[in-house]
């Protein structure tokens, strides 16, 4: 019964990972069980699940509704003389009124023993009818954007104007807050192009109702709105910014006959005494506005100089980023390998795969000169990607080798990331075993249940798990057994100041709990043959640092090419 729910529980985590659904459907007794990625495919939760056929059908849109039932009625009838086969492709309405687009494949199977009918059903997204419906969206869009940027255009222009007169002014007094509408490709996604076009007209009349005659408003851009208060006292703006955002927050509007509640954030920029332009005026609001959605959303910002400075920090960020996608276009970026040593035996026991960008000089840079701006720019999905693509394509080429590739919070979660990952490993059982996959705590932290979920599904197929710079955040010793690891790297920072008495008593500590769990340990950043005979000392499984080599772009398991 055990290994029964173990199996099923791997069914459902692996459904959910794919994003489908399966259904049991019991005929005479009229009862449906559901297993897999509820929310996805029906927008329900798990709770409020259809238990008989009414309450599926009231799920299904009211055009396909006939037509589902009766290819269902004809699969339970055939199904009598033998398994019919069955392929649907229909409608679901979910709660907030939108329709979805499923494939459903399924099989009904009568019982000639018990007399009775099942029928056995995978459900899921028909993507291939989501992108149709998302390209027609994106030809209203464009229709509409081509009306609203006119008029928005010519809003524009006019702040711009006014925004020149008053730069020109020695005397100027006042301020200027933009209004930006968050999360609009939502809700041009789920309602329509003509539904966000008269909610942008309803967000308009609340804004002029809410200035009443303080401020002129101007439509500046598809989701942005310009309130410009001239003459008045600067001191006024976060008062004034404060209220529009606790009118927005508690009061809906009416759009189409539904109330939507639409959240704002606020960016502002007073009128100082020196001279500046017009569009360094609007830059700054912009800036400011840019700042408060990168902080949460639903927040007022006002621009200062600091914050000028940090959109430099960001310039030089773009910059490097930029640098690193050429690289990545001209096959610069690559893959180095540092071997990690046993502590026993002395030999190799893996390599961990680091990257590496080679400038148009030829000149080789670790990640740290380039990782935070990566981040920063989103590209950790495609770096992590590129590396797991790397060690498989070498575990595979060379069958003696053992690699471990680093894999960041959001691709570790990342289903398609997981879905590749699979497809390449199902069939390649001893390319699995010599994979180790490192994850961060900050990985641990970020969903504990959605991490532990993929952590099994890749030890399903036969990698290791290590979680990497153990003791540098948030994650405790009694978390090491829930997470079901296979392997623990210590924080370089413990080793490299093991003349503290804590950091001996954090690596003993972890020595033997590590024991007691079956757990392997791994020391990192080793530089002197003292770190590496202390952790020896200490029972560490494997060594990690330079004593024992640096990481290099060839391969050391390779043999060297014939001249």
């Known amino acids: 019964m055990a290994d029964s729910t173990l199996w099923l529980e791997h069914l459902s985590s692996s459904l959910r990972a794919s994003r489908q659904l399966a259904y049991l459907y019991h005929v005479e007794e009229d009862k449906y069980e559901f297993m897999g990625d509820v929310?996805?495919?029906?927008?329900?939760?798990?709770?409020?699940?259809?238990?008989?056929?009414?309450?599926?059908?009231?799920?299904?849109?009211?055009?396909?509704?006939?037509?589902?039932?009766?290819?269902?009625?004809?699969?339970?009838?055939?199904?009598?003389?033998?398994?019919?086969?069955?392929?649907?492709?229909?409608?679901?309405?979910?709660?907030?009124?939108?329709?979805?687009?499923?494939?459903?494949?399924?099989?009904?199977?009568?019982?000639?023993?018990?007399?009775?009918?099942?029928?056995?059903?995978?459900?899921?997204?028909?993507?291939?009818?989501?992108?149709?419906?998302?390209?027609?969206?994106?030809?209203?869009?464009?229709?509409?954007?081509?009306?609203?940027?006119?008029?928005?255009?010519?809003?524009?222009?006019?702040?711009?104007?006014?925004?020149?007169?008053?730069?020109?002014?020695?005397?100027?007094?006042?301020?200027?807050?933009?209004?930006?509408?968050?999360?609009?490709?939502?809700?041009?996604?789920?309602?329509?192009?003509?539904?966000?076009?008269?909610?942008?007209?309803?967000?308009?009349?609340?804004?002029?109702?809410?200035?009443?005659?303080?401020?002129?408003?101007?439509?500046?851009?598809?989701?942005?709105?310009?309130?410009?208060?001239?003459?008045?006292?600067?001191?006024?703006?976060?008062?004034?910014?404060?209220?529009?955002?606790?009118?927005?927050?508690?009061?809906?509007?009416?759009?189409?006959?539904?109330?939507?509640?639409?959240?704002?954030?606020?960016g502002g920029v007073r009128f100082d005494e020196k001279e500046i332009s017009s569009s360094s005026l609007l830059s700054r609001a912009e800036l400011a506005l840019n700042d408060a959605k990168e902080r949460g959303r639903g927040c007022f910002i006002e621009y200062t100089?600091?914050?000028?400075?940090?959109?430099?920090?960001?310039?030089?960020?773009?910059?490097?980023?930029?640098?690193?996608?050429?690289?990545?276009?001209?096959?610069?970026?690559?893959?180095?390998?540092?071997?990690?040593?046993?502590?026993?035996?002395?030999?190799?026991?893996?390599?961990?795969?680091?990257?590496?960008?080679?400038?148009?000089?030829?000149?080789?840079?670790?990640?740290?000169?380039?990782i935070a701006a990566i981040e920063k720019m989103g590209l950790t999905r495609l770096v992590d990607t590129f590396a797991t693509r790397e060690a498989i394509r070498e575990l595979k080429e060379f069958p003696v080798i053992s690699l471990s590739v680093n894999v960041s919070n959001h691709t570790f979660t990342d289903p398609e990331w997981l879905k590749a990952v699979t497809m390449e490993l199902r069939d390649h059982p001893d390319v699995a075993r010599r994979l180790i996959v490192e994850i961060t705590e900050s990985v641990v932290m970020s969903d504990v249940s959605q991490t532990t979920r993929v952590i099994r599904t890749l030890q399903d197929l036969g990698c290791k798990i290590a979680l990497d710079d153990f003791g540098a955040g948030q994650t405790a010793f009694s978390q090491l057994k829930d997470l079901s690891l296979d392997i623990v790297k210590i924080d370089k920072s413990f080793v490299r100041e093991m003349d503290k008495e804590e950091n001996k008593l954090f690596i003993r500590t972890l020595h033997s709990l590590a024991s007691a769990m079956n757990l392997e340990t791994v020391g990192e950043g080793a530089e002197t043959t003292g770190e590496a005979d202390a952790l020896i000392k200490d029972g560490i499984d494997h060594i990690q640092g330079y004593v024992y080599g640096f990481p290099t772009l060839d391969r050391p398991w390779s043999p060297p090419s014939k001249h």
């Open 39 to 266: 929310m996805g495919v029906l927008g329900v939760a798990a709770d409020e699940l259809p238990t008989n056929k009414q309450g599926f059908k009231n799920m299904v849109a009211k055009d396909d509704v006939i037509e589902r039932q009766l290819a269902i009625a004809d699969a339970i009838q055939k199904s009598r003389e033998a398994e019919k086969n069955f392929t649907l492709r229909y409608n679901l309405c979910r709660a907030d009124g939108t329709e979805i687009p499923v494939i459903e494949t399924g099989i009904a199977r009568f019982d000639a023993a018990t007399g009775k009918t099942t029928i056995q059903s995978l459900m899921a997204l028909d993507t291939e009818a989501i992108e149709q419906r998302k390209r027609l969206v994106r030809k209203l869009e464009f229709r509409s954007a081509v009306e609203s940027t006119l008029s928005g255009n010519e809003d524009r222009r006019h702040l711009m104007d006014e925004l020149g007169r008053i730069g020109e002014q020695k005397d100027k007094k006042g301020f200027m807050i933009l209004v930006g509408l968050d999360r609009m490709s939502l809700v041009n996604e789920i309602y329509g192009s003509l539904f966000a076009d008269d909610l942008l007209q309803e967000v308009q009349k609340m804004l002029k109702s809410l200035m009443n005659g303080k401020a002129v408003v101007y439509h500046i851009s598809g989701d942005i709105f310009a309130l410009l208060f001239e003459g008045h006292n600067a001191g006024e703006m976060n008062d004034i910014a404060q209220s529009i955002l606790s009118v927005f927050y508690n009061q809906a509007l009416e759009v189409q006959g539904r109330p939507v509640h639409q959240i704002v954030s606020l």
């Open 305 to 370: 100089e600091g914050l000028g400075r940090e959109v430099q920090s960001f310039k030089e960020v773009l910059s490097v980023g930029d640098e690193f996608l050429r690289g990545f276009k001209d096959n610069r970026v690559k893959i180095a390998f540092q071997g990690i040593v046993s502590s026993r035996t002395k030999d190799i026991s893996f390599h961990e795969c680091l990257i590496r960008l080679i400038d148009e000089n030829g000149e080789v840079h670790s990640a740290g000169k380039f």
